[in-house]
């Protein structure tokens, strides 16, 4: 299993302390985070290795993966949700996943989103200003706990349908 070894790479390159119970804990910048396919015996597999050689558990993240949703995955529906952009210090910053693995598929989309509806189809468009972002048809619907554009399950079908 590849996690244990990441965490001794990093521990090798980035450093960190000793806890009071005698594990290892990443220096507190960096971590590994870790989702393809976690069932409990695989997290529990991950967590012993870990123990093993003297990591805490607290240095990784472990996602559900498919097998939490029986086998369904984002592959299987063609969708991700990924964070595509954040504000640091009061800067924007885009982010974005592009998988040096990977073909091209799971590169995500990068920074603010506009989405169109053009022609019968919604269109994504990344990289677009603030102005630009909230001219599309995204909405915030909840933010700092209130709900600002509520809309019933009744309405999202019917939109949906009006779109396929």
Request: net charge positive; hydrophobic share 40%.
């Amino acid at each position: 299993m590849i996690l244990p070894c990441v965490v001794e790479l990093l521990w090798d390159v980035f450093g960190g302390t000793i806890n009071a119970q005698g594990f290892k804990i990443l220096n507190p910048k960096i971590g590994a985070i870790y989702g393809d396919s976690i069932t409990t015996e695989r997290a529990e597999e991950i967590c012993k290795r870990l123990h093993n050689k003297g990591f805490a558990s607290t240095n990784v993240v472990l996602g559900i993966g498919s097998f939490t949703y029986q086998f369904k995955t984002r592959d299987t529906f063609g969708f991700a949700m990924k964070a595509i952009s954040v504000v640091v210090n009061g800067e924007r910053k885009e982010i974005f996943k592009d998988p040096v693995t990977d073909n091209g598929i799971k590169k995500s989309a990068k920074g603010l989103l506009k989405v169109v509806l053009m022609n019968g189809k919604y269109i994504l468009k990344d990289q677009v200003s603030e102005r630009e972002e909230n001219e599309g048809e995204l909405q915030v619907i909840y933010e700092n706990g209130v709900f600002l554009n509520t809309i019933s399950l009744e309405k999202i079908r019917e939109k949906i349908n009006q779109n396929i």
